[in-house]
DNA sequence: ATGGTCGCCATGCGA
Protein backbone atom coordinates (compact mmCIF):
# COMPACT_ATOMS: atom_id res chain seq x y z
CA UNK A 1 0.00 0.00 0.00
CA UNK A 2 1.15 3.28 -0.89
CA UNK A 3 -0.89 6.72 -0.78
CA UNK A 4 0.33 9.89 -1.98
CA UNK A 5 -1.38 12.88 -1.43
CA UNK A 6 -1.64 16.60 -2.90
CA UNK A 7 -2.65 20.05 -2.02
CA UNK A 8 -2.54 23.44 -2.63
CA UNK A 9 -2.65 25.05 0.52
CA UNK A 10 -2.74 28.69 0.20
CA UNK A 11 -0.77 29.59 3.18
CA UNK A 12 0.56 26.83 5.28
CA UNK A 13 0.78 28.85 8.64
CA UNK A 14 -3.17 29.25 7.81
CA UNK A 15 -3.77 25.82 6.98
CA UNK A 16 -1.65 24.27 9.66
CA UNK A 17 -4.55 22.62 11.57
CA UNK A 18 -6.11 21.18 8.03
CA UNK A 19 -3.04 19.73 7.31
CA UNK A 20 -2.49 17.94 10.49
CA UNK A 21 -6.19 17.00 10.31
CA UNK A 22 -5.34 15.40 6.95
CA UNK A 23 -2.20 13.55 8.13
CA UNK A 24 -3.91 12.36 10.87
CA UNK A 25 -7.09 10.90 9.20
CA UNK A 26 -5.35 9.67 5.72
CA UNK A 27 -1.79 9.28 7.20
CA UNK A 28 -0.88 9.34 3.16
CA UNK A 29 3.00 8.30 2.43
CA UNK A 30 3.81 11.17 0.95
CA UNK A 31 1.79 14.14 1.30
CA UNK A 32 2.51 17.34 -1.28
CA UNK A 33 1.55 20.88 -0.74
CA UNK A 34 1.63 23.91 -2.72
CA UNK A 35 1.30 27.86 -1.79
CA UNK A 36 2.72 27.55 1.06
CA UNK A 37 3.40 31.38 1.48
CA UNK A 38 5.45 31.14 3.94
CA UNK A 39 9.61 31.43 4.63
CA UNK A 40 11.37 28.54 6.26
CA UNK A 41 11.79 29.93 9.63
CA UNK A 42 8.26 30.23 10.24
CA UNK A 43 7.19 27.29 8.71
CA UNK A 44 4.95 25.75 11.28
CA UNK A 45 6.67 22.31 12.13
CA UNK A 46 5.49 22.24 15.33
CA UNK A 47 1.85 20.99 14.53
CA UNK A 48 3.31 18.01 12.65
CA UNK A 49 6.36 16.90 15.06
CA UNK A 50 4.79 14.49 16.55
CA UNK A 51 3.17 12.57 13.47
CA UNK A 52 6.63 11.20 12.69
CA UNK A 53 6.94 12.89 8.84
CA UNK A 54 9.87 13.95 7.54
CA UNK A 55 9.52 17.69 5.55
CA UNK A 56 11.39 18.64 2.89
CA UNK A 57 10.52 22.51 2.15
CA UNK A 58 11.19 24.97 -0.92
CA UNK A 59 10.44 28.07 0.81
CA UNK A 60 10.07 32.16 -0.44
CA UNK A 61 8.32 34.88 1.14
CA UNK A 62 5.26 35.66 1.02
CA UNK A 63 4.45 33.56 -2.40
CA UNK A 64 4.35 30.05 -3.67
CA UNK A 65 6.29 27.64 -1.46
CA UNK A 66 6.59 23.92 -1.71
CA UNK A 67 7.06 20.84 0.34
CA UNK A 68 6.76 17.25 0.73
CA UNK A 69 6.44 15.54 4.02
CA UNK A 70 6.78 11.52 3.83
CA UNK A 71 6.74 8.97 5.70
CA UNK A 72 10.07 7.42 4.78
CA UNK A 73 13.84 8.00 5.06
CA UNK A 74 14.74 11.00 2.29
CA UNK A 75 17.44 9.40 -0.52
CA UNK A 76 17.58 12.03 -2.47
CA UNK A 77 16.44 15.92 -2.67
CA UNK A 78 16.37 17.87 -5.87
CA UNK A 79 14.67 21.68 -5.60
CA UNK A 80 14.88 22.72 -9.49
CA UNK A 81 14.65 20.89 -12.84
CA UNK A 82 16.56 22.03 -16.06
CA UNK A 83 16.04 25.23 -17.87
CA UNK A 84 13.36 25.76 -15.37
CA UNK A 85 12.32 29.18 -16.06
CA UNK A 86 11.51 30.23 -12.72
CA UNK A 87 14.16 29.17 -10.99
CA UNK A 88 14.55 31.84 -8.11
CA UNK A 89 10.96 31.05 -7.49
CA UNK A 90 9.90 28.26 -4.90
CA UNK A 91 7.99 25.63 -7.14
CA UNK A 92 9.89 22.38 -7.52
CA UNK A 93 11.00 19.93 -5.08
CA UNK A 94 12.00 16.52 -5.45
CA UNK A 95 12.16 13.24 -3.32
CA UNK A 96 13.00 9.72 -3.75
CA UNK A 97 12.77 7.14 -1.26
CA UNK A 98 12.19 3.49 -0.40
CA UNK A 99 8.81 2.29 -0.38
CA UNK A 100 6.73 -0.88 0.50
CA UNK A 101 6.55 -1.13 -2.94
CA UNK A 102 10.05 -0.48 -3.98
CA UNK A 103 12.28 2.91 -4.80
CA UNK A 104 9.50 5.96 -5.51
CA UNK A 105 10.76 9.34 -6.92
CA UNK A 106 8.01 11.60 -6.09
CA UNK A 107 7.87 15.45 -7.57
CA UNK A 108 6.01 18.23 -6.37
CA UNK A 109 5.23 21.84 -8.65
CA UNK A 110 3.28 24.70 -8.74
CA UNK A 111 3.01 25.78 -12.12
CA UNK A 112 3.23 29.72 -12.26
CA UNK A 113 -0.73 31.41 -12.91
CA UNK A 114 0.62 33.12 -15.47
CA UNK A 115 -2.49 36.00 -15.53
CA UNK A 116 -0.57 38.52 -14.72
CA UNK A 117 0.51 39.75 -18.54
CA UNK A 118 1.75 38.64 -21.23
CA UNK A 119 5.05 37.91 -20.26
CA UNK A 120 4.01 36.14 -17.07
CA UNK A 121 1.91 33.93 -19.05
CA UNK A 122 4.63 33.45 -21.59
CA UNK A 123 7.12 32.14 -18.52
CA UNK A 124 4.34 29.55 -17.74
CA UNK A 125 4.27 28.18 -21.37
CA UNK A 126 8.11 27.73 -20.56
CA UNK A 127 7.78 26.56 -17.95
CA UNK A 128 5.38 23.78 -19.15
CA UNK A 129 7.71 22.64 -21.77
CA UNK A 130 10.65 22.60 -19.71
CA UNK A 131 9.01 20.48 -16.81
CA UNK A 132 7.76 17.96 -19.55
CA UNK A 133 11.66 17.52 -21.00
CA UNK A 134 12.64 16.93 -17.88
CA UNK A 135 9.95 14.36 -17.05
CA UNK A 136 10.04 12.65 -20.24
CA UNK A 137 13.74 12.21 -19.79
CA UNK A 138 13.06 10.34 -16.28
CA UNK A 139 9.55 8.47 -16.68
CA UNK A 140 11.32 5.29 -18.22
CA UNK A 141 13.89 4.95 -15.56
CA UNK A 142 13.14 2.05 -13.85
CA UNK A 143 12.06 3.10 -10.62
CA UNK A 144 8.57 4.21 -9.57
CA UNK A 145 7.79 8.18 -10.29
CA UNK A 146 4.49 10.07 -9.25
CA UNK A 147 4.24 13.80 -10.12
CA UNK A 148 1.53 15.56 -8.38
CA UNK A 149 1.01 19.55 -7.85
CA UNK A 150 -1.12 22.53 -9.13
CA UNK A 151 -0.60 22.72 -12.93
CA UNK A 152 -2.70 25.82 -13.10
CA UNK A 153 -3.85 24.43 -16.64
CA UNK A 154 -7.51 22.28 -16.91
CA UNK A 155 -6.64 20.45 -20.12
CA UNK A 156 -10.30 19.27 -21.16
CA UNK A 157 -13.37 20.40 -21.63
CA UNK A 158 -14.24 17.72 -19.13
CA UNK A 159 -11.91 19.84 -16.52
CA UNK A 160 -13.84 23.01 -16.65
CA UNK A 161 -17.79 24.08 -15.87
CA UNK A 162 -18.35 26.24 -18.95
CA UNK A 163 -15.77 25.14 -21.89
CA UNK A 164 -17.26 28.24 -23.94
CA UNK A 165 -16.95 31.28 -21.78
CA UNK A 166 -13.12 30.00 -20.78
CA UNK A 167 -11.85 29.63 -23.94
CA UNK A 168 -9.64 32.84 -23.55
CA UNK A 169 -9.29 32.67 -19.85
CA UNK A 170 -5.73 31.79 -18.30
CA UNK A 171 -6.26 28.34 -17.17
CA UNK A 172 -8.14 27.15 -20.13
CA UNK A 173 -6.76 28.49 -23.27
CA UNK A 174 -5.32 26.13 -26.43
CA UNK A 175 -1.63 27.17 -25.80
CA UNK A 176 -1.73 25.94 -22.12
CA UNK A 177 -4.18 22.92 -22.76
CA UNK A 178 -1.81 21.63 -25.38
CA UNK A 179 1.42 22.53 -23.05
CA UNK A 180 -0.16 20.24 -20.52
CA UNK A 181 -1.65 17.59 -22.87
CA UNK A 182 2.04 17.12 -23.85
CA UNK A 183 2.68 16.21 -20.38
CA UNK A 184 0.04 13.54 -20.44
CA UNK A 185 0.85 12.24 -23.37
CA UNK A 186 4.48 11.42 -22.69
CA UNK A 187 4.81 8.63 -20.51
CA UNK A 188 3.03 9.94 -17.70
CA UNK A 189 -0.67 9.33 -17.01
CA UNK A 190 -3.52 11.45 -15.26
CA UNK A 191 -4.36 9.15 -12.70
CA UNK A 192 -8.04 10.78 -11.91
CA UNK A 193 -8.82 10.62 -16.09
CA UNK A 194 -8.02 7.01 -16.74
CA UNK A 195 -10.41 6.33 -13.38
CA UNK A 196 -13.03 8.82 -14.16
CA UNK A 197 -13.12 9.03 -18.17
CA UNK A 198 -16.26 10.75 -17.96
CA UNK A 199 -16.54 12.69 -14.36
CA UNK A 200 -16.57 16.42 -13.86
CA UNK A 201 -14.90 17.00 -10.95
CA UNK A 202 -13.29 20.28 -9.65
CA UNK A 203 -10.11 20.43 -7.51
CA UNK A 204 -9.90 24.38 -7.36
CA UNK A 205 -13.33 26.82 -7.21
CA UNK A 206 -12.57 30.56 -7.25
CA UNK A 207 -13.09 32.44 -3.64
CA UNK A 208 -15.02 35.50 -5.34
CA UNK A 209 -18.81 35.35 -6.63
CA UNK A 210 -19.71 31.83 -5.10
CA UNK A 211 -18.12 29.91 -7.44
CA UNK A 212 -17.92 26.85 -5.15
CA UNK A 213 -21.85 27.33 -4.07
CA UNK A 214 -22.55 27.25 -8.21
CA UNK A 215 -19.48 24.25 -8.64
CA UNK A 216 -17.73 26.77 -10.86
CA UNK A 217 -14.32 25.32 -10.75
CA UNK A 218 -11.97 23.50 -12.93
CA UNK A 219 -9.88 20.24 -12.10
CA UNK A 220 -5.94 21.85 -12.13
CA UNK A 221 -4.83 19.70 -9.33
CA UNK A 222 -3.07 16.62 -10.70
CA UNK A 223 -1.60 13.20 -9.46
CA UNK A 224 0.40 11.81 -12.74
CA UNK A 225 2.11 8.38 -12.77
CA UNK A 226 4.76 6.33 -14.93
CA UNK A 227 3.51 3.15 -16.35
CA UNK A 228 6.05 1.15 -13.80
CA UNK A 229 3.60 2.44 -10.90
CA UNK A 230 0.44 2.52 -12.97
CA UNK A 231 0.88 -1.21 -12.52
CA UNK A 232 -0.51 -1.10 -8.85
CA UNK A 233 -2.77 1.42 -9.08
CA UNK A 234 -6.20 1.44 -7.01
CA UNK A 235 -8.08 4.30 -6.41
CA UNK A 236 -8.36 8.17 -6.51
CA UNK A 237 -9.79 10.58 -4.06
CA UNK A 238 -10.78 14.04 -4.65
CA UNK A 239 -11.98 15.50 -0.96
CA UNK A 240 -14.47 17.94 -2.06
CA UNK A 241 -15.47 18.60 1.43
CA UNK A 242 -12.48 20.38 2.50
CA UNK A 243 -13.72 22.96 0.38
CA UNK A 244 -16.61 23.12 2.97
CA UNK A 245 -14.93 23.79 6.63
CA UNK A 246 -13.93 26.75 7.57
CA UNK A 247 -11.01 29.29 6.14
CA UNK A 248 -10.96 26.65 3.16
CA UNK A 249 -8.27 27.06 0.94
CA UNK A 250 -9.60 27.69 -2.81
CA UNK A 251 -8.03 24.06 -3.78
CA UNK A 252 -9.09 20.59 -2.01
CA UNK A 253 -6.29 17.85 -1.55
CA UNK A 254 -6.22 14.91 -3.92
CA UNK A 255 -4.85 11.24 -3.16
CA UNK A 256 -3.86 8.58 -5.16
CA UNK A 257 -3.54 4.64 -3.50
CA UNK A 258 -1.48 1.80 -5.17
CA UNK A 259 -1.29 -1.80 -3.66
CA UNK A 260 0.40 -4.71 -4.71
CA UNK A 261 -3.17 -6.07 -4.88
CA UNK A 262 -4.12 -3.87 -7.52
CA UNK A 263 -2.64 -6.54 -10.24
C1' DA B 1 -18.16 44.10 -18.89
C1' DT B 2 -17.01 44.56 -14.10
C1' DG B 3 -16.08 42.95 -9.75
C1' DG B 4 -16.49 39.60 -6.73
C1' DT B 5 -12.53 37.05 -2.03
C1' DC B 6 -8.74 35.60 0.09
C1' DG B 7 -3.65 35.81 2.15
C1' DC B 8 0.55 38.09 2.12
C1' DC B 9 1.78 41.72 5.74
C1' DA B 10 0.89 46.53 6.11
C1' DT B 11 -0.21 48.32 0.53
C1' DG B 12 -1.42 46.94 -3.32
C1' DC B 13 -0.30 42.51 -5.51
C1' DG B 14 -1.00 37.88 -6.87
C1' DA B 15 -4.33 34.25 -7.59
Same mark, same amino acid.
Given at each position: ?139 ? /???? #?????? =? &? +? @? ?70 ? /???? #?????? =? &? +? @? ?24
Amino acid at each position: MLQISCWNVNSVKIRADSVKKLLQQYSPDFLLLQELKCEENVFPFEVFEDLNYNISLKCQKSYNGVAILSKHIIDEIKYDFPNNPCSDEARFIEVASQTALGYCRVICVYVPNGGISKERYDVKLEFLKALKEYLVSIAN /NDEF #LIIGGD =F &N +V @APEELDVHDATSLMDEVCFTPPERRAMRAILNNNLVDLFRIKNPNLKQFTWWDYRAGAYQKNQGMRIDFLLS /NYKL #LKYFDS =F &N +V @AHNFRSNDRPSDHVPIFASFSLNAL
